[in-house]
């Protein structure tokens, strides 16, 4: 009797436990998400800025013009690869690799676009295991849906126990 009310105490705390650990869970799933669509919203807005950048809307040289053209093509087929993508459904990364071409004005463009690419695809990955971390197993739900009942019963239990030892102390005293 002395140890089965700590035990009811501790299985109906093990729901409460989950239902927090689901909650906290779902907190940082959508931390996770808010940071990978802000990661390809970055990469959209980089190569809008390079379109409106002097290297696409000056006057090049004549001698540097056919690099411009091609500099300018790989930010336009950019752009259009992130237009009308709902970040939020966190697509793959692949779908958003455009081919840089072997221009020196792209180069370390095309090295940060795929290093926010790849940085992106780690923060999916991050929130697709936080997601799954926020779904309850069986058990977790029936604790949570027992612990306000075990938790009483357990105090009830307590309650009994300690009116009855004082009812026998007080008859022994009698």
Not at 43 to 58: A, E, H, P
Not at 84 to 93: H, I, Q, Y
Not at 138 to 159: D, G, Q
Request: proline content about 4%.
């Amino acid at each position: 009797m002395d140890y089965l009310w700590p035990f009811l105490v501790g299985i109906g705390m093990l729901g409460a436990v989950s239902e927090i650990r689901a909650k906290v869970a779902g907190d940082w799933v959508e931390t996770e998400q808010t940071r990978a669509v802000a990661i390809l919203e970055s990469v959209q807005q980089f190569s809008l800025d390079k379109l409106r950048s002097d290297t696409c809307t000056g006057q090049p040289s004549l001698d540097s013009h056919a690099q411009h053209h091609e500099a300018c093509l790989w930010y336009l087929n950019t752009a259009i690869t992130f237009k009308d993508v709902d970040f939020t459904l966190l697509p793959n990364a692949s779908d958003f690799t455009v081919p840089a071409p072997s221009v020196s004005l792209v180069e370390s463009d095309a090295v940060w676009v795929d290093g926010m690419l790849s940085q992106y695809e780690k923060q999916k990955n991050q929130y697709i295991k936080t997601r799954e971390a926020q779904v309850k197993q069986p058990l977790e739900s029936l604790f949570w849906y027992v612990s306000p009942y075990l938790v009483c019963f357990a105090i009830a239990l307590r309650l009994t126990k300690v009116t009855a030892e004082l009812k026998l102390d007080k008859c022994a005293n009698n």
